[in-house]
C-alpha cells in the first residue's frame, strides 16, 4: 500500500488537469480524445470507489438467487472470481429456460436490473436521471 498521494487522488489530478486545463487549449478530434480520456479516468475513479461494495451486494444477490452458503470470499480478487462463476452459473440456468418460469424468473429479473444500475454507476451515472 502506497501512501499519498492515492490511486484514486492521482486519477482525480490527471482528470482534473485534462479537464480544466488541456480540454479548453484544444479543438476537433484532438479536444475530443481528451475529453474522452478524461471520462476514461471518471469511469475508474469510480470503479475503483465502488468496486468492492458492488461486488460484494452483487455476490450477496447471486448467492441467494442461486442457493448459495457461506460467507464471500474475503480478498477482492477471490471475490471478484467468485461474481464471475456465480453468474456463469446463473447464465447457464437461464439459457437452460428456468428464468422463463415463476418465481425464479421474477427474482433474476431483479437482480439483473440491479446488476444493470451498479454499472451505470460506474459507467455513465447520468443515464440513471437523477
Given at each position: 500500500?502506497?501512501d499519498r498521494?492515492?490511486?484514486?487522488?492521482l486519477l482525480?489530478?490527471?482528470?482534473?488537469?485534462?479537464e480544466a486545463?488541456?480540454?479548453?487549449?484544444?479543438?476537433?478530434?484532438?479536444?475530443?480524445?481528451?475529453?474522452?480520456?478524461?471520462?476514461?479516468?471518471?469511469?475508474?475513479?469510480?470503479?475503483?470507489?465502488?468496486?468492492?461494495?458492488?461486488?460484494?451486494?452483487?455476490?450477496?444477490?447471486?448467492?441467494?438467487?442461486?442457493?448459495?452458503?457461506?460467507?464471500?470470499?474475503?480478498?477482492?480478487?477471490?471475490?471478484?472470481?467468485?461474481?464471475?462463476?456465480?453468474?456463469?452459473?446463473?447464465?447457464?440456468?437461464?439459457?437452460?429456460?428456468?428464468?422463463?418460469?415463476?418465481?425464479?424468473?421474477?427474482?433474476?429479473?431483479?437482480?439483473?436490473?440491479?446488476?444493470?444500475?451498479?454499472?451505470?454507476?460506474?459507467?455513465?451515472?447520468?443515464?440513471?436521471?437523477?
Amino acid at each position: 500500500m502506497q501512501d499519498r498521494p492515492t490511486a484514486r487522488e492521482l486519477l482525480a489530478a490527471v482528470r482534473e488537469f485534462l479537464e480544466a486545463d488541456v480540454v479548453p487549449e484544444l479543438e476537433g478530434v484532438k479536444r475530443f480524445h481528451a475529453r474522452v480520456a478524461a471520462n476514461v479516468l471518471a469511469i475508474v475513479e469510480r470503479e475503483i470507489a465502488g468496486e468492492e461494495q458492488s461486488l460484494l451486494a452483487e455476490w450477496g444477490r447471486l448467492a441467494r438467487l442461486l442457493g448459495v452458503a457461506g460467507a464471500p470470499p474475503a480478498r477482492l480478487e477471490a471475490l471478484r472470481d467468485a461474481v464471475r462463476g456465480l453468474t456463469e452459473t446463473l447464465v447457464g440456468r437461464i439459457r437452460k429456460g428456468e428464468a422463463d418460469r415463476e418465481p425464479f424468473g421474477r427474482v433474476v429479473r431483479e437482480h439483473v436490473r440491479e446488476a444493470v444500475r451498479e454499472k451505470l454507476r460506474v459507467a455513465n451515472p447520468r443515464y440513471l436521471g437523477g
